[in-house]
């Protein structure tokens, strides 16, 4: 299992931690099997087979990103964002559960901005 923390922008600190997510609940997993995702209180999981493409992106509005996990309105996809300038966007093969803990929005997509894009993508790659 390899860990990917998330990279906090000081203007990112206080929206996040009135939400619960600190460096210590913030963080991506991956291993041979599958894709763990924790940011405060929300959670993903999926196998690493439900991910059918992974890309480097960034250039995100504070506005729109800072404090808890976002929904995008118009394709359902969830933000968990620490920062503005970079992040990994994955698409699933079957929409996932994150920020709904009963299930009933699912998420054909998730974007993690994680402390190394690169390192994230080379991960799911490598296995």
């Known amino acids: ?20 997510v600190v460096p210590a609940t913030a963080w991506v ?9 924790r940011f405060g209180p929300w959670s993903l999981r999926t196998p690493r087979t439900n991910i059918s493409s992974a890309t480097e992106t960034g250039g995100f509005s504070l506005v729109k990103t800072a404090g808890p996990a976002h929904l995008s309105f118009s394709d359902r996809g969830v933000t968990f964002a620490t920062n503005g ?41 490598e296995r």
């Open 29 to 37: 997993e991956v291993d041979d099997e599958e894709l763990r995702a």
């Open 85 to 125: 300038d970079r992040a990994v966007c994955m698409q699933f093969h079957r929409p996932v559960r994150a920020i709904d803990p009963a299930g009933l929005v699912r998420h054909p997509g998730a974007t993690f901005t994680v402390a190394d894009p690169p390192a994230l993508l080379a991960a799911l790659e």
């Open 1 to 20: 299992m390899t860990r990917f923390p998330f990279r906090f922008e000081p203007a990112y600190r206080l929206p996040a931690l009135l939400f619960g």
